[in-house]
């Protein structure tokens, strides 16, 4: 018998289905690989295509020789598999035939899409909370986390009066996010569960998990104040110090002698008895008169006897105040300066009021500050990305809302001004703003006005980062960025 006539009388394909269903979660593009697994795989994939033999039961019965995709429209929902089967109908004779399985893609919401969609379904939350009026460490949290791409995992994300939620569809993840805090920034954590459901039958519970995290409730540029055995422990600093950078501990400076200390978390949350007295809203601005140095040097910092004059005795009169500080290599005269005028504040702490009256001093300068109206007048060339956040219940009222941009742009001047600041975060280039609508002669010539008017600090461009978009019609060309590039 020749191999038409045997064909004819014989199909190796019997039993094999030629149409099939595949289901597929059109939320996170995911399709189902039964009984419970969802799997992620791209349009005529390796992955995608052992899914679809795998749902032919009977091709275990042939010998498969090739399988490969037919094209189809993307959005017919229709997959179709071409086969290539050989069998043995008679003795010494093997047969191959070649046909085609479609598959209609079928949509199917999958169990962790469903959780999000529909509303009180997470199984563990993280509260974080600060215990601080402002919420500068907040804005810089939020970076690390998008840096770090650590809310990947998150379902929701709620901003609550002091703080945020985060919501989580396993346990699993929840603790990794609170892992993740404690390493940016020393915290404390307790956990607290929740009753959902039982089944009595199976001895089955269906819990929700709570995780509190609490941030350490000091900030840069807080003047913090100790009991003297805390600062003994400390290598004998003094009890009245400066923080100057919060990291996965504090960094705090004598400066009066540039003594520093680190306090961790674990230092920290023993006692509780380092307590900020002044924080950024007692800042006051000051002009400098004179800069001594006379002592010795410390990284950035060097200790000299600054001469500074409140703003509102400025010419005036002649009260100055000569001051011990640790921003000699910072300052000079004419500059202005933030700092914390301890004569006029009204300071309610028990272990500040039992310090010698002698070893306090009248002001502690804590940064150079920068002329208002030169600040407003520039346009930043950078910008940040920020989490898709629910505002919760409570809409924000008017004055909470002016806070919250004022102290979102005094997180963005502690950005230009501090380089090692932004050193964990990501800057990207804002193709919006002016210079990128300019041509490069005139482009050249902002620049160098801007830089000869205005002495305050600005990000480089090589530190910017180039956002992905669609559609860059307004961005700059490759000979404009080296011409930038090379003018910087």
Not at 57 to 84: Q, Y
Not at 182 to 208: A, C, F, W
Request: charged share 30%.
């Amino acid at each position: 018998m020749c191999v038409n006539c045997v064909r004819s009388i014989v199909d190796i394909t019997e039993g094999i289905p030629k149409q099939a269903t595949i289901h597929w979660c059109k939320n996170c593009e995911r399709y189902l690989q039964p009984p419970a697994t969802w799997m992620a795989c791209d349009l005529e994939s390796r992955e995608l295509l052992a899914l679809c033999l795998k749902k032919l039961k009977s091709l275990s019965k042939v010998r498969l020789i090739d399988a490969g995709f037919v094209w189809t429209e993307p959005h017919s929902r229709r997959i179709k598999v071409k086969l290539t089967i050989q069998k043995e109908v008679f003795a010494a004779t093997i047969l191959q035939q070649t046909f085609e399985v479609e598959y209609v893609v079928a949509s199917m919401m999958c169990p962790d899409c469903t959780r999000i969609m529909a509303q009180n379904t997470w199984k563990a939350k993280v509260q974080v909370r600060q215990k601080v009026d402002h919420q500068r460490t907040f804005f810089y949290l939020e970076q690390l986390i998008l840096k770090h791409n650590a809310h990947q995992e998150t379902i929701n994300i709620v901003e609550v009066k002091g703080g945020l939620d985060f919501h989580f569809a396993q346990r699993a993840h929840a603790i990794k996010m609170v892992e993740f805090l404690g390493s940016m920034v020393p915290t404390r954590s307790k956990s607290s569960e929740q009753l959902i459901s039982s089944d009595i039958h199976t001895s089955t519970s269906n819990y929700k998990f709570t995780y509190a995290v609490e941030l350490i409730p000091i900030c840069k540029d807080d003047l913090v104040v100790m009991p003297k055995k805390t600062a003994n422990s400390l290598g004998h600093i003094a009890p009245l110090a400066l923080c100057t950078r919060v990291g996965s501990s504090v960094h705090i400076i004598d400066f009066k002698t540039l003594q520093v200390a680190e306090v961790s978390g674990l230092t920290y949350w023993r006692n509780e008895d380092i307590i900020p007295i002044c924080s950024m809203r007692d800042l006051k601005k000051f002009y400098v008169v004179d800069v001594d140095l006379v002592g010795p040097r410390f990284g950035k910092y060097a200790l000299a006897d600054v001469t500074v004059q409140r703003m509102a005795d400025v010419g005036k009169n002649d009260n100055v105040i000569i001051v011990r500080s640790h921003l000699g290599n910072i300052l000079n005269f004419g500059d202005l300066v933030f700092g914390y005028d301890l004569l006029t504040s009204n300071i309610n702490s028990e272990v500040f009021d039992k310090l010698n009256p002698d070893e306090v001093p009248s002001l502690v300068l804590v940064k150079k500050g920068y002329a208002e109206r030169r600040r407003k007048r520039r346009q930043r060339n950078w910008k940040l990305q920020s989490l898709n956040k629910d505002e919760g219940d409570l809409a924000p009222r008017k004055h909470e809302e002016e806070r919250k941009v004022a102290d979102f742009e005094a997180f963005l001047r502690d950005l230009e001004e501090d380089p090692e600041l932004r050193q964990g975060i990501n800057l990207y280039r804002d193709n919006s703003a002016y210079y990128s609508r300019c041509s490069c002669r005139r482009l050249r010539w902002w620049m160098m006005t801007t830089k000869r008017a205005d002495d305050a600090p600005e990000i480089p461009l090589e530190e910017l980062l180039n956002e992905l978009s669609i559609g860059g019609g307004d961005d700059l060309n490759d000979d404009d960025d080296d011409e930038m590039a090379t003018m910087e």
